[in-house]
T-cell receptor, first 112, second 112 residues
Framework: EPEVTQTPSHQVTQMGQEVILRCVPI?????FYWYRQILGQKVEFLVS????????KSEIFDDQFSVERPDGSNFTLKIRSTKLEDSAMYFC??????????FGPGTRLTVT | RKEVEQDPGPFNVPEGATVAFNCTYS??????FFWYRQDCRKEPKLLMS???SGNEDGRFTAQLNRASQYISLLIRDSKLSDSATYLC?????????????FGTGTRLQVTL
């Protein structure tokens, strides 16, 4: 069964550093998403991406965040200058239609 | 009022029991509804979509009441492997790649 994959599984970085989280969505999917989950809290939407552009973004997704689909398979989330409060689990998701979304295993980001 | 509200639990039930979870949502324009399950420190996994007429998948039954903005999940004959957090999820129709809005989840612990 096709799956969304994410790398790395765990990333530790210092405050102020840039990080890039990588995702490989399911191959025939057209819609891509990033969510995050701070420990003990609910899953929160960050951004959705379709047809090579951002469709929707949340208030969390400020100028420090960017997304890119650099080739036909990868989908990346960049945080330019990390803050302590960016520590969270980051989930990538994809969907074939804009209906059911399938999540990757996540990248645990720890900012020290 | 929270966008998606769930009783956090935990619900502790013996194996074989029937358990029901409820959820309310605030946005009457919401279009699609889902139940996801999340194991500890793992990604949300789609359990089932929820249709207006109600739907069943094996031991799981989901119901939607649009007038009351209420969603339910019934699990019959609980198994130890059902122990997880159950996430009520609502999707809007703001665009071609609409975000998912998650509840905080209801934790289920099935015991021997």
């Amino acid at each position: 069964e096709p799956e969304v994959t994410q790398t790395p599984s765990h990333q530790v970085t210092q405050m102020g550093q840039e990080v890039i989280l990588r995702c490989v969505p399911i191959s025939n999917h057209l819609y891509f998403y990033w969510y995050r989950q701070i420990l003990g809290q609910k899953v929160e939407f960050l951004v959705s991406f379709y047809n090579n552009e951002i469709s929707e973004k949340s208030e969390i997704f400020d100028d420090q965040f960017s997304v890119e689909r650099p080739d036909g398979s990868n989908f990346t989330l960049k945080i330019r200058s990390t803050k302590l409060e960016d520590s969270a689990m980051y989930f990538c998701a994809s969907s074939l239609t804009s209906y059911e979304q399938y999540f990757g295993p996540g990248t645990r980001l720890t900012v020290t | 009022r929270k966008e998606v509200e769930q009783d956090p639990g935990p619900f502790n039930v013996p194996e074989g029991a029937t358990v029901a979870f409820n959820c309310t949502y605030s946005n009457s324009a919401s279009q699609s509804f889902f139940w996801y399950r999340q194991d500890c420190r793992k990604e949300p996994k789609l359990l089932m979509s929820v249709y207006s007429s109600g739907n069943e998948d094996g031991r799981f039954t989901a119901q939607l009441n649009r007038a009351s903005q209420y969603i339910s999940l019934l699990i019959r004959d609980s198994k130890l492997s059902d122990s997880a957090t159950y996430l009520c999820v609502v999707k809007g129709n703001t665009g071609t790649a609409s975000k998912l809005t998650f509840g905080t989840g209801t934790r289920l612990q099935v015991t021997l």
